[in-house]
């Protein structure tokens, strides 16, 4: 079993900087594939960032690509995802997520075992 708690959420103007983190309890964190997710009011969960246990390979949604950045300390059992440049449309409630297997690189949510509550994310215009 794997508790992941996300933090950092909050209130951001268009154009400034927000880093989330989540932190990992339970297993060998880097044992675990990690990624973040997020939801808007109405539309599909979508995914933003994901990167891997081992090599720390990482791969990004195409509407975050060159502003979000998704990073991870295997020391402290935590995943950040750094949002640069936010837009107005970037504001959802942002998930962590995990799933066992250090090499693999998932970008769909229902290959990811465990999940956070969510931090809310809003970016003012």
């Known amino acids: 079993q794997v508790q992941l708690v996300e933090s950092g959420g909050g209130l951001v103007q268009a154009g400034g900087s927000l880093r989330l983190s989540c932190a990992a309890s339970g297993r060998t964190f880097s044992n675990y594939a990690m990624g973040w997710f997020r939801q808007a009011p109405g539309k599909e969960r979508e995914f933003v960032a994901a990167i891997n246990g081992v090599a720390g390979i990482t791969y990004y949604g195409d509407t975050v690509k060159g502003r979000f950045t998704i990073s991870r300390d295997n020391a402290k059992n935590r995943v950040d995802l750094q949002m640069n440049s936010p837009k107005p449309e970037d504001t959802a409630v942002y998930y962590c997520?995990?799933?066992?297997?250090?090499?693999?690189?998932?970008?769909?949510?229902?290959?990811?075992?465990?999940w956070g509550q969510g931090t809310q994310v809003t970016v003012s215009s």
């Open positions: 997520a995990a799933v066992y297997g250090g090499s693999v690189l998932y970008t769909r949510g229902n290959r990811y075992d465990y």
